[in-house]
Nanobody, 127 residues
Framework: QVHVVESGGGLAQPGGSLRLSCAASGFDHDYYSMGWFRQAPGKEREGVSCITQSDRSPYYANSVKGRFTISRDNAKNTVYLQMNGLQPEDPGVYYC????????????????????WGQGVQVPVSS
């Protein structure tokens, strides 16, 4: 069974930075995608960034391109999300998810394709 745990949320200033971490366990021999998703109050969960294991090509939502960077340490089954230039539209609960690449595909950004989720971390941005 795959288990996912996020860490690193916290209050940031507008224009500031935060780094989120996500550690997964329970992977078998298959390739797994890992992604970051966020949900603001009253809004649907949306994809922020994801990365596959096989070719490690990252995907970013347009709203975070150039500001957020996802990276992955396959040896540790861990992904990181470096968030720079935080903006008022970035706050929310950030979730990490993992699932087989066969389910997520290389695009890997649709939350409906993931069955294994972390508990989420709060990322508020002070005004």
């Amino acid at each position: 069974q795959v288990h996912v745990v996020e860490s690193g949320g916290g209050l940031a200033q507008p224009g500031g930075s935060l780094r989120l971490s996500c550690a997964a366990s329970g992977f078998d021999h298959d390739y797994y995608s890992m992604g970051w998703f966020r949900q603001a109050p009253g809004k649907e969960r949306e994809g922020v960034s994801c990365i596959t294991q096989s070719d490690r090509s990252p995907y970013y939502a347009n709203s975070v391109k150039g500001r957020f960077t996802i990276s992955r340490d396959n040896a540790k089954n861990t992904v990181y999300l470096q968030m720079n230039g935080l903006q008022p539209e970035d706050p929310g609960v950030y979730y990490c998810a993992a699932d087989r690449e066969g389910k997520t595909g290389y695009l890997c950004i649709d939350p409906a394709d993931y069955a294994n989720w972390g508990q989420g971390v709060q990322v508020p941005v002070s005004s």
